[in-house]
């Protein structure tokens, strides 16, 4: 397998250079991640080292397009892949962002299927140096051109990712074209459960977390302000939830870093144990500024309540 | 006589340095109180102003936080210098001075993410703050409206 000149083509390259170590060289990546603990042969990790567009994504990832790239980390011994990408994701008020992720360190998937790698996402506080585990991608053997596989992040998924093999000269100005959309099937019966007695009434969050902002003095309040805010989960303290009506409505009230607020949630529908809705501000009149996404079944609902830009990781459990 | 006159007046003018010396020392003696009741009530009108300046500004909107945070960072700066300028010299007193120092550039880097729209970078850059315990750094250093939070006014 040729070795291809490290030109990171990816936008935002700086900030991913500066915070992981990536730098400009002769041969294979310079990433400074050190040695894995478990050793994947050479030959099973060759046929990875490529650069890759996204072709195809589940739909549920929210990536539009993106960009991938394998190579050897320089003067590693044994030779270890590192990978790095850059998707563009939709957010959840629809527009695009850039999400950038190293993938590190390489593992065998089972019967020799393909390979594995730990997602560590790069961007948030990229300017800080910090990558932090996000998810997993796992990769089938490349057939042709093509290569195959699957993707968690941010919790979610997995979801199928399709990629084709860039050859060297292949470059991309701009973002790369958008990727295939893979659409799952989406939950369509009314309602949270086959009969409104098994999920209408009064619920209690049990995930709730320490509120930060308790010992915090004068900077309380600003901790409280930015503790709500972001895409990957903001910290929620203490809420509840009643679900009643028909059709059925519910009232979700968070408290998030010493700040109340209320959402409501309408169209309410759900398939095996998914629970999806649409969520508003200012009671199921007011606008819509997100939706719900979960799990549930047998008193409990737990999954992501998006509003704006922000992701409230809730779990809640019906008052006995 | 004169010889003796001048041991005298030097012993004199020695036990009233002394004197003076003990005074100065009694008054830092404690572990909160290097100005003592001043630097309390000091730092409380300051701190009074700062979560008046800081709850008035209420919730900010998404597209409203790099201003919100801009103006946090103010009212933090200037609280820092004016408990600074008070001089605690006692032990707690110094580690709240030492709080409100290590928060600027924290606020500092959070309004720079919030400017480059990195909401997500904002969130966890507050870690920064919580780990401070200021409200904690100020019950210890008897201030206790310093350790209450801005309560917002919308």
Same mark, same amino acid.
């Given at each position: 397998?040729?070795?291809?000149?490290?030109?990171?083509?990816? #936008?935002?390259?700086?900030?991913?250079?500066?915070?992981?170590?990536?730098?400009?060289?002769?041969?294979?990546? &310079?990433?400074?991640?050190?040695?894995?603990?478990?050793?994947?042969?050479?030959?099973?990790?060759?046929?990875?080292?490529?650069?890759?567009?996204?072709?195809?994504?589940?739909?549920?990832?929210?990536?539009?397009?993106?960009?991938?790239?394998?190579?050897?980390?320089?003067?590693?011994?044994? +030779?270890?892949?590192?990978? %790095?990408?850059?998707?563009?994701?939709?957010?959840?008020?629809?527009?695009?962002? /850039?999400?950038?992720?190293?993938?590190?360190?390489?593992?065998?998937?089972?019967?020799?299927?393909?390979?594995?790698?730990?997602?560590?996402?790069?961007?948030?506080?990229?300017?800080?140096? +910090?990558?932090?585990?996000? @998810?997993?991608? +796992?990769?089938?053997?490349?057939?042709?051109?093509?290569?195959?596989?699957?993707?968690?992040?941010? @919790?979610? #998924?997995?979801?199928?990712?399709?990629?084709?093999?860039?050859?060297?000269?292949?470059?991309?100005?701009?973002?790369?074209?958008?990727?295939?959309?893979?659409?799952?099937?989406?939950?369509?019966?009314?309602?949270?459960? #086959?009969?409104?007695?098994?999920?209408?009434?009064?619920?209690?969050? /049990?995930?709730?977390?320490?509120?930060?902002?308790?010992?915090?003095?004068?900077? #309380?309040?600003? %901790?409280?302000?930015?503790? @709500?805010?972001?895409?990957? @989960?903001?910290?929620?303290?203490?809420?509840?939830? &009643?679900?009643?009506?028909?059709?059925?409505?519910?009232?979700?009230?968070?408290?998030?870093?010493?700040?109340?607020? /209320?959402?409501?949630?309408?169209?309410?529908?759900? +398939?095996?144990?998914?629970?999806?809705?649409?969520?508003?501000?200012?009671?199921?009149?007011?606008?819509?500024?997100?939706?719900?996404?979960?799990?549930?079944?047998?008193?409990?609902?737990?999954?992501?309540? %998006?509003?704006?830009?922000?992701?409230?990781?809730?779990?809640?459990?019906?008052?006995? | 006589?004169?010889?003796?006159?001048?041991?005298?007046?030097?012993?004199? $003018?020695?036990?009233?340095?002394?004197?003076?010396?003990?005074?100065?020392?009694?008054?830092?003696?404690?572990?909160?109180?290097?100005?003592?009741?001043?630097?309390?009530?000091?730092?409380?009108?300051?701190?009074?102003?700062?979560?008046?300046?800081?709850?008035?500004?209420?919730?900010?909107?998404?597209?409203?936080?790099?201003?919100?945070?801009?103006?946090?960072?103010?009212?933090?700066?200037?609280?820092?210098?004016?408990?600074?300028?008070?001089?605690?010299?006692?032990?707690?007193?110094?580690?709240?001075?030492?709080? *409100? $120092?290590?928060?600027?550039?924290?606020?500092?880097?959070?309004?720079?993410?919030?400017?480059?729209?990195?909401?997500? $970078?904002?969130?966890? *850059?507050?870690?920064?703050?919580?780990?401070?315990?200021?409200?904690? *750094?100020?019950? $210890?250093?008897?201030?206790?409206?310093?350790?209450?939070?801005?309560?917002?006014?919308?």
């Amino acid at each position: 397998m040729r070795r291809l000149k490290l030109i990171l083509v990816l #936008g935002g390259v700086l900030a991913l250079a500066a915070s992981v170590g990536v730098a400009r060289a002769t041969t294979g990546a &310079t990433t400074g991640y050190p040695q894995p603990k478990v050793v994947v042969p050479t030959q099973k990790q060759a046929p990875f080292e490529n650069r890759y567009v996204l072709t195809a994504v589940g739909s549920g990832a929210g990536i539009r397009s993106g960009e991938m790239k394998f190579e050897f980390e320089e003067g590693s011994s044994p +030779q270890f892949l590192v990978g %790095i990408s850059q998707f563009y994701t939709y957010s959840p008020t629809g527009e695009i962002e /850039t999400g950038l992720f190293t993938f590190y360190p390489p593992k065998e998937l089972p019967n020799g299927k393909g390979l594995g790698f730990t997602a560590l996402k790069v961007g948030a506080s990229a300017q800080y140096g +910090q990558v932090t585990p996000d @998810g997993e991608l +796992q990769l089938l053997t490349p057939e042709g051109d093509k290569v195959k596989g699957q993707l968690r992040l941010r @919790g979610g #998924g997995p979801w199928p990712v399709e990629f084709k093999v860039l050859g060297e000269e292949e470059r991309y100005t701009a973002s790369p074209p958008a990727a295939r959309q893979i659409h799952e099937a989406r939950p369509n019966n009314p309602g949270w459960g #086959g009969e409104a007695s098994e999920y209408e009434g009064e619920y209690e969050l /049990t995930n709730g977390a320490e509120d930060p902002t308790v010992k915090a003095g004068t900077l #309380g309040a600003v %901790i409280g302000v930015a503790q @709500g805010l972001g895409v990957r @989960g903001a910290v929620v303290s203490d809420g509840s939830m &009643t679900v009643e009506g028909n059709p059925a409505v519910a009232t979700v009230e968070l408290e998030t870093g010493g700040t109340d607020r /209320t959402f409501t949630l309408t169209d309410l529908a759900w +398939q095996g144990d998914q629970r999806v809705a649409r969520v508003h501000d200012e009671g199921p009149d007011g606008p819509v500024v997100g939706h719900f996404e979960g799990t549930g079944g047998q008193g409990e609902v737990k999954g992501d309540l %998006i509003s704006g830009r922000s992701v409230y990781k809730v779990a809640f459990e019906l008052k006995g | 006589m004169d010889r003796k006159f001048r041991t005298v007046a030097s012993l004199i $003018a020695l036990a009233a340095l002394g004197l003076l010396a003990i005074a100065g020392c009694g008054g830092s003696s404690s572990s909160t109180g290097g100005g003592g009741g001043d630097f309390v009530s000091g730092a409380e009108a300051a701190c009074t102003s700062a979560n008046e300046q800081i709850a008035a500004l209420g919730t900010p909107q998404q597209e409203q936080v790099t201003g919100y945070l801009e103006k946090t960072e103010a009212v933090i700066e200037k609280l820092h210098k004016e408990v600074a300028a008070l001089d605690g010299s006692g032990t707690a007193e110094a580690a709240y001075t030492e709080g *409100l $120092a290590k928060a600027i550039p924290v606020l500092t880097a959070m309004t720079n993410a919030a400017r480059s729209e990195n909401f997500d $970078a904002v969130r966890e *850059l507050s870690a920064g703050l919580v780990e401070i315990h200021l409200g904690e *750094l100020a019950e $210890a250093a008897k201030l206790k409206t310093c350790a209450e939070v801005p309560v917002s006014e919308s």
